[in-house]
């Protein structure tokens, strides 16, 4: 049994301006979110791996993490929902954390790379 929420037929879409315009105020909340071992956000580090805004507002985000045994695993999560929570008429957000495809170094943007000395 799916245990999504129902969608209310009263919440009208979303339209693509507005969409849009969530998505900007996610990354920007996102890049917000730092590894505490490593001088780069969450976003270009590549750890977000997917962001679900629903019609009502509602944000899912699947994430994981540089390595299993970071020692803010249990931490982490919770900093990013903080953050989304901060956007005004989000109704709620869940962060899970997910190990597959584990994270490797390709996954960061060239900005992450070029602060981190990679290239």
């Known amino acids: 049994m799916d245990d999504a929420a129902p969608i209310d037929p009263a919440v009208p879409p979303l339209s693509q301006a507005e ?65 989304v929570m901060e956007i005004p008429g989000i109704k709620s957000c869940h962060v899970d954390l997910v190990f597959d495809p584990p994270w490797d170094p390709s996954r960061m943007s060239d900005e992450a790379k070029l602060s981190l000395n990679m290239f």
């Open 19 to 83: 969409l849009d315009g969530l998505t900007d105020q996610l990354i920007e909340k996102l890049k917000t979110v730092f590894d505490p071992e490593i001088p780069v956000d969450i976003y270009e580090l590549g750890l977000i791996y997917k962001v679900d805004v629903s019609d009502e507002k509602v944000v899912a985000i699947d994430m994981t993490l540089t390595a299993p045994g970071c020692p803010v695993a249990g931490e982490m999560p919770g900093w990013v929902q903080d953050a």
